[in-house]
């Protein structure tokens, strides 16, 4: 079983869409969660961190469930720059560096 | 310079030839790690320095491969005998401490191709 496990898409849905993503991870003793936007041919950046209170950032909602260890990521009124793949990342152990990505959910946002 | 640079920015090569990729992080930045993204595939741990501790080889796929940090600013990712399975792009990334999950700044990777 992978670590940290997405739908790898292709997701498409049409410019104003609500698009919502998932991701789970397996350790248990992981931290730290995140978000990372990847454009095509380009390096990551990150999106936006995880908290287990839930947080927001504009048109994008995060949600952390560690019971279930469960992340989402909600993507509101969907952009045509929202056209990206979206990694989920892991931190396994606090005080360790070494994040774990996911294979990353592509998202084509059509006008 | 403002972000993480690695060069070459593309790499083909022959199988059975040693390679360097080089990256030099955000000036300051104490840890720093190379990944590796192949094909469709996420990105994939190799190693990581901070400071001046030993680094963590941990995700290394071989004794092929190997890495050095010099003044703890450059980094070296050398891949030796290189096999057409070492195709991918290399990323390198930089962050400000110790502090796990400090946000991981990339640079725009080196695309390596072995024939």
């Known amino acids: 079983r992978k670590e940290v496990e997405q739908d790898p898409g292709p997701f498409n849905v049409p410019e104003g869409a609500t698009v919502a993503f998932n991701c789970t991870y397996s350790n248990s003793a992981s931290q730290s969660f995140f978000w990372y936007r990847q454009d095509c041919r380009k390096e990551p950046k990150l999106l936006m961190s995880?908290?287990?209170s839930g947080n927001e950032d504009g048109r994008f909602t995060a949600q952390l469930n560690r019971a279930s260890q469960y992340i989402s990521l909600l993507i509101r009124d969907s952009k045509l720059s929202d056209s990206a793949t979206y990694l989920c990342?892991?931190?396994?152990?606090?005080?360790?560096?070494?994040?774990?990505f996911g294979q990353g959910t592509r998202l084509t946002i059509n006008p | 310079g403002a972000g993480v640079s690695q060069s070459p920015s593309n790499k083909v090569t022959e199988k059975g030839k040693d390679v360097e990729l080089r990256c030099d992080p955000i000036s300051g930045h104490t840890a720093l790690y190379w990944y590796r993204q192949s094909l469709g595939q996420g990105l994939e741990f190799l190693i990581y320095f901070q400071g001046n501790s030993a680094p963590d080889k941990s995700g290394l796929p071989s004794d092929r491969f190997s890495a050095e940090r010099t003044g703890g600013s450059v980094s070296t990712l050398t891949i030796q005998r290189t096999q057409q399975e070492d195709s991918a792009v290399y990323l390198c990334?930089?962050?400000?401490?110790?502090?796990?999950?400090?946000?991981?700044?990339f640079g725009p990777g080196t695309r390596l191709l072995v024939l």
């Open positions: 995880v908290y287990s």
């Open positions: 990342v892991v931190a396994l152990i606090q005080g360790a560096q070494k994040l774990v």
């Open positions: 990334a930089s962050s400000g401490g110790a502090i796990s999950g400090e946000t991981q700044y």
